[in-house]
């Protein structure tokens, strides 16, 4: 049995676990889910089996959907951060949001042909493990 997935919000408010493992760990170039997260991918974990657990603050949860699709994203109202999305038959669970290790790693790029323009060639680009001076 594998122990549960700690998880909460930037401000704290909002903790939660996951109990059950991960299926797939998507990394998601759409435009909506670029949108969600203001970066060039949504990094969002998929189970069909795991439970969410709310410890705290889930009356501060709102969940919008984009009218007339399936696009869903929860996030606590206090800081904005994203949260598990609780759909029909599954749960969709931020990776940014986790405190602990999910247990599996990215298996794939999905909508990759709708990437940000700027999205390309960026093996090149500098890292740096902290803030630019």
């Known amino acids: 049995m594998t122990s549960a997935i700690r998880g909460s919000c930037q401000c704290g408010k909002v903790s939660f676990t996951v109990d059950g493992g991960f299926e797939r760990f998507y990394l998601c170039h759409c ?13 969002n974990l998929f189970s069909t089996t795991a439970r969410v657990t709310w410890l705290s603050g889930h009356e501060t949860l709102r969940t919008y959907r984009l009218p007339a699709t399936r696009h869903e994203r929860s996030f606590c109202t206090d800081c904005g951060s994203a949260l598990p999305t609780i759909a029909e038959g599954f749960i969709v669970v931020p990776a940014g949001c986790l405190d602990d290790a999910p247990g599996i790693s990215p298996s794939a790029h999905i909508c990759y042909a ?20």
């Open 114 to 133: 709708s990437r940000a323009e700027w999205d390309n060639g960026l093996e090149g680009v500098a890292t740096l493990d902290g803030l630019p001076s």
């Open 31 to 43: 435009s909506r889910c670029r949108k969600d997260t203001g970066s060039a991918f949504g990094a």
